[in-house]
């Protein structure tokens, strides 16, 4: 259960190392969460009245935010914010799980190596999403149309189900890119090639993980919504405070198992006792 689990062992093991990489990401891509819309479309949910527009449906799933121009600056940040301290902490956990110091003399010239990785891993997953967005809320927005309620709620579990497993399932491929060129130094393609021939035999161990996480991402925003706009902000940064870390952390930790490659991080606890 590594691969599913093992991420957050490292996280609550380094609780105090590894939180202040993960502030900035999670307070801004909580107040890229558009609040109003995505309560226009949980509340009609749940109160019986499913039917939304597809820009509700569209703004309710997007990672940015477009009610208003500082919306769109918390987006932007959000993103560079991901950039920059994802390659922070992937250098910083490398290092640990390969040489098992938790300092950062080091971190830096690592960094600047993982910065042009960690901003192509963000945008590809960006885009990805994004178009994966557009095409779930036109789905949504289709079925909302069906005059049958209890139709349109059958329809609608099934649409969201179907397209978080293709999200899920398709997240795992590139997954594995950035510890593996950073680890090896291979080309773009090369790495890439390596990476996937080491997470196609644990794909589906990894899609229950991204299945777990996003779940719980769902759950916790939706009932959020039912709070005041401050609560629900407040929640989404508490979430994304540990899910921005977990996605990273989890990167190096399926990366170093499936290279079967010994973590000194661990090594050296047990040496300790």
């Given amino acids: 259960m590594r691969t599913v ?23 801004f891509m909580a107040l890229s969460l558009d609040y109003d819309r995505i ?11 499913p039917q939304a527009g597809f820009l509700d449906f569209f703004h309710a799933w997007s990672f940015f935010r477009f009610d208003s121009v500082l919306g769109v600056i918390y987006s932007a940040i959000a993103v560079v914010g991901i950039i920059f301290f994802m390659a922070a902490l992937i250098a910083f956990v490398e290092k640990h799980m390969r040489l098992g110091k ?14 042009p990785s960690a901003a192509f891993v963000t945008l590809a997953y960006l885009v990805f999403y994004e178009i994966w967005a557009v095409v779930l809320s036109a789905v ?23 397209f978080l497993f293709v999200l899920v399932y398709l997240a795992t491929v590139l997954y594995l ?13 090369e790495a890439f090639l390596y990476s996937y021939r080491l997470m196609v035999e644990r794909r589906w161990k990894l899609v229950l993980s991204f299945a777990i996480s996003a779940a719980a991402m769902l759950v916790v925003i939706g009932v959020s919504v039912f709070l005041p706009d401050p609560a629900f902000h407040v929640i989404g940064a508490a979430l994304f ?32 006792y």
């Fill in 5 to 27: 689990f093992g991420s957050w062992k490292y996280i609550f093991k380094n609780l105090w190392f590894v939180l202040p990489f993960s502030v900035v990401p999670a307070v």
């Fill in 39 to 49: 309560s226009v479309v949980v509340r009609g949910f749940f109160t019986g009245a």
């Fill in 102 to 115: 938790r300092t950062l003399s080091g971190v830096g010239a690592q960094f600047f190596n993982a910065l």
């Fill in 140 to 162: 949504l927005y289709v079925i909302s149309q069906v005059d049958i309620v209890a139709v349109v709620y059958v329809l609608y579990i099934a649409a969201v189900l179907l």
């Fill in 177 to 189: 890119w950035l510890p593996c060129k950073l680890m090896t130094g291979f080309r773009f393609f």
């Fill in 241 to 272: 405070l540990l899910l921005f870390p977990n996605f990273c952390v989890r990167m190096e930790v399926v990366y170093f198992e499936g290279d079967k490659l010994d973590r000194e991080d661990e090594l050296h606890s047990y040496r300790r």
